[in-house]
């Protein structure tokens, strides 16, 4: 089956824009989520040490502006954030660990060794994951267990998330997909090429992603993928987020910025 996803182009150019810069001189920020409760951004990127690229997960108090590392995680990427119970997931090398408040460290729950690659929470589901290239595997962690994302067993995930409306979303090489169940048959629905390296969720359950150039928003009612953000040439995005007021963060080539809400 095949699904016609219109696009529709509400851009702006953030060149023209008026934006925050949050944090600068962070190389390749990756992976962002923020905490509602505390409004802080959580994310990682590569730093040099020993003449070797290594992976730091870090935090930024928005409100505070504190910044600082987050201790006691092997090679933290991934990122996410359940707000019913307050936990804040980081993925590392060795599995998933949550985030304590009072240390500013990770603890590793030893719920699987996988390396992490990416994290999504969902309120209903729980905890997805995928893990790091060449496997690309996705998986969901919930009441303490982890197991395969039955739907996506055989297919190479390289990012996951899921829509207001419970739909699955995933990307890999071949673009971004959708898994909808439409009079009771599950299809798998190519949307579009774009490569896709982040998904991300508003306080309201708006799901969105981005690309090297765009940011979309993905319009379940109406079926389309509507462009928000295109970068000027020149520069690249690495990931989006929002905080607690709305106000969309997303990542540049060495800074992270944000464009308060209208």
């Known amino acids: 089956m095949k699904l016609i996803i219109l696009i529709t182009i509400i851009a702006f150019v953030h060149g023209n824009q008026e934006v925050e810069v949050l944090k600068d001189n962070v190389h390749n920020p990756f ?18 040490f020993q003449g070797k690229t290594v992976l730091k ?3 930024l108090n928005l409100n505070t502006k ?29 599995g998933i660990y949550t985030f304590d408040y009072t240390t500013k460290s990770a603890k590793n729950l030893r719920v699987t060794s996988y390396s992490i690659w990416q994290m999504f929470h969902c309120p209903v589901h729980g905890l997805y994951f995928t893990t790091f290239n060449p496997d690309e595997k996705a998986f ?18 390289r990012l996951i ?16 997909f959708v898994l909808k169940t439409i009079d009771g048959v599950l299809y798998k629905i190519h949307l579009e090429t774009f490569i896709v390296n982040g998904f991300a969720s508003d306080i309201n359950g708006k799901l969105y992603f981005s690309t090297p150039n765009d940011i979309f928003y993905i319009n379940e009612d ?9 970068v000027q040439e020149g520069e690249s995005i690495w990931g989006v987020a929002f905080a607690a007021d709305g106000s969309m963060i997303y990542a540049l080539d060495d800074k992270i910025v944000m464009k308060k809400k209208d």
């Open 31 to 48: 992976q962002l989520v923020v905490d509602y409760q505390t409004n802080t951004l959580f994310f990682s990127y590569s730093s040099l």
């Open 140 to 157: 969901v962690y919930s009441y303490g267990q982890v197991g395969p994302v039955p739907e996506l067993t055989d297919i190479k995930t």
């Open 222 to 230: 109406a079926g389309t993928l509507d462009r928000v953000i295109r």
């Open 161 to 176: 998330a899921v829509g207001q409306k419970h739909d699955i979303y995933f990307a890999n090489s071949a673009g971004i």
């Open 57 to 59: 997960s870090v935090y």
């Open 66 to 94: 504190e910044f600082g590392e987050i201790s006691g995680i092997n090679s933290g990427i991934a990122t996410a954030y359940d707000r019913s119970k307050h936990v804040v997931y980081l993925g590392g090398q060795d």
